[in-house]
């Protein structure tokens, strides 16, 4: 889909898409297109439910005295309570109601609004970044597929009155889009196609960018000790791989330290010898979302040149069982030293991202490290997909965290850790179990396993088990792969992290 911003004007075809506000209040556009139908869309406003809300829309088609195919009015509400948000999720609806009606080209008039937060440029800006977002399709597999089942959409015009103030603005939205498309690009994948050293490989396609890629294969982490990572991919045709990258954005900073984001790569869990039930597990391809949402970053910070030092590492692997399989009751030697008794293979995230934090501290000393993985089911029976779950041991860093999500609709709750949940992870053994043994607070102890191995940097944990595939479209996220946390954590830097 291509995406024109460009002066108003009334186009000669394909569809016209202009605002109403609450209570039917036309916008200036709204009004001028009312006048040139003769009345048309006071009418079909009057015979209809429409009322201008948000998420209202009403459709005229064959409108007397215009070229066009149709007038979609779009409902926005109230204008003070239009903030970018509203603005993306109103493109990305439209892009989808568009493509339903088998529309190849629209124009929407973005008009200066009273009342309104945001500037027409901004407004137009972020109704295409929605757009850009919804327009997203994973349809590489899918070789039958005739024409008109096919996205019609193909140019999108973007009308209003600083078309090159949006047109810059919208540079950088497209930024993040890209990357939030490649992270739905890899997480879409299945585990045939995407295993660790293919995962690998798709990162190293950042080096375009300008991220270093540094990619570590068994031998090295071998020699680095990391026993725990290793262990949950021994039972695999596809050895593990440790991904490193980092973005020098700001080589002249006054504080050199880099943050850094640490994700969970298992390109598939199937539970190992804990093995897991069949119904369902094909779920379990995206296993590796930690990992693609934390390449995805990379690739938008990078993208858009963020004046930062980041690491980004992926600890990437796939849970098999096997021949040579670990088995329930091992016990591994982690990199930082510790000892843990496996007592479930099925709990394999978190023996991943112990290596991998603890390589990550151990190496670049980071100023923090932000950890996400799909870690546990016990955090989608507590928040469900509304909110992922944030565990962390700095206040700053988590209110910083929980206010980006805010901002992006990537919405945070933190949860709480303690020595009493820690205690319960002690192990008979050795010096730590990666099960508790029971079910209570099963997304809690995780959390305070992967805080054994974060030697006290600040750290937080993104727990995206029940937010990073969704089953159902969401005005800016097609049902699918969400990439949830790359525009959570671009914002975060954004806000916080950059010179
Ligand atoms: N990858 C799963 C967690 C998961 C489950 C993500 C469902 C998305 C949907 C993780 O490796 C796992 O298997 N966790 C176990 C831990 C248990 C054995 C303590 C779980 O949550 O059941
Ligand atoms: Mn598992
Ligand atoms: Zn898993």
Redesign the pocket.
Known sequence: MKIAFAESSTPKSGSLIVGVLDDRKLTPSAQRVDKETGGMLTRAMDGSKFKGRKDDVLTVLAPNGLAVARVILLGLGKAPALDATAWQNAGGRMVAQLNGAGETAAQVEIDRLDGAKLKPAEAAAEFAYGARLRSYRFDKYRTKEKPEQKPSLATLTVAVNKPDDAKKRFADLDKIAAAVFFTRDIVSEPANIIYPETLAERARELEELGVEVEILKPKEMKKLGMGALLGVGQGSEHAPRLLVMQWKGAPNAKDKRPIAFVGKG?TF?T?GI?I?PAGGME??KW?MAGSGVVIGTMHALAGRKAKVNVIGIGGLVE?MPGGNAQRPGDIVTSMSGQTIEVL?T????RLVLADALWYCQDRFKPRFMIDLA?????I?VALGSEYAGMYSSDDKLAKQLVEAGEAVGEKLWRMPLHANYDKMMDSDAADVKN?SGGRDA?SIT?AQFLKRFTNDVPWAHLDI??T?WSKKDAPTIPKGATSFGVRLLDRLVADHYEE
């Open positions: 298992v869990d539970g804990s897991k779920d379990m296993d849970n479930n099925d709990a394999e995230g799909t870690l546990t089911g016990a989608i099960i099963g995780a088990a029940g990073t």
